[in-house]
């Protein structure tokens, strides 16, 4: 009886350190990327403008992870999915989907895809 005890109070304990561990490491895991207030957001009407100055049919612009994700066609065509910065509408990730060559995902270096920056008013 008592090594029974033994057991289950070490199964207990090994369970407690594993949940504590997971609810230490889980943040570390979130993929937040924008932590802007949102007090310092611009719109998307902004974002949507100065994309298609460039070119890109804008498809929708959501919310995900505290960033603004985007899905377009740029000029040639190709499937765009982007995520900026909300308050200083920078780009940070790009994917371009090559429909003519499914297996590629990767960014096209050739095509005019230029980094938005927030102008300095300061």
Not at 3 to 13: D, E, F
Request: contains cysteine; charged residues 30%.
């Amino acid at each position: 009886m008592n090594s029974t005890m033994s057991i289950l109070a070490k199964v207990a304990r090994l369970l407690l350190v594993s949940f504590n561990l997971t609810l230490m490491v889980a943040p570390a895991l979130a993929d937040d990327e924008c932590e802007e207030p949102i007090a310092d957001w611009q719109p998307r009407e902004i974002l949507k403008q100065r994309l298609e100055q460039q070119g890109w049919v804008v498809q929708r612009i959501r919310i995900d992870d505290g960033c603004y994700e985007v899905r377009a066609l740029n000029e040639r065509g190709r499937r765009i999915k982007a995520t900026f910065s909300p308050a200083s509408l920078i780009l940070l990730k790009l994917k371009v989907k090559d429909d003519k060559h499914p297996h590629s995902d990767s960014k096209h270096p050739n095509e005019s895809i230029s980094v938005i920056k927030q102008e300095q008013s300061k």
